[in-house]
């Protein structure tokens, strides 16, 4: 069996979670930049 100590169920778990509130709150700030007035042309 492959080394099971690189990753387990709970480290991949708690990364994929980060992951997806880190890309959403991105995609938040975002929006609120491109979305402010003071940045258009």
Sequence with gaps: M???DVFDDQD????TNFLGIF?????????FV???PKYEN
């Design 2 to 4: 492959f080394s099971a």
């Design 23 to 31: 890309i959403f709150v991105l995609v938040i700030a975002y929006h």
């Design 34 to 36: 491109m979305a402010d």
């Design 12 to 15: 991949l778990g708690f990364f």
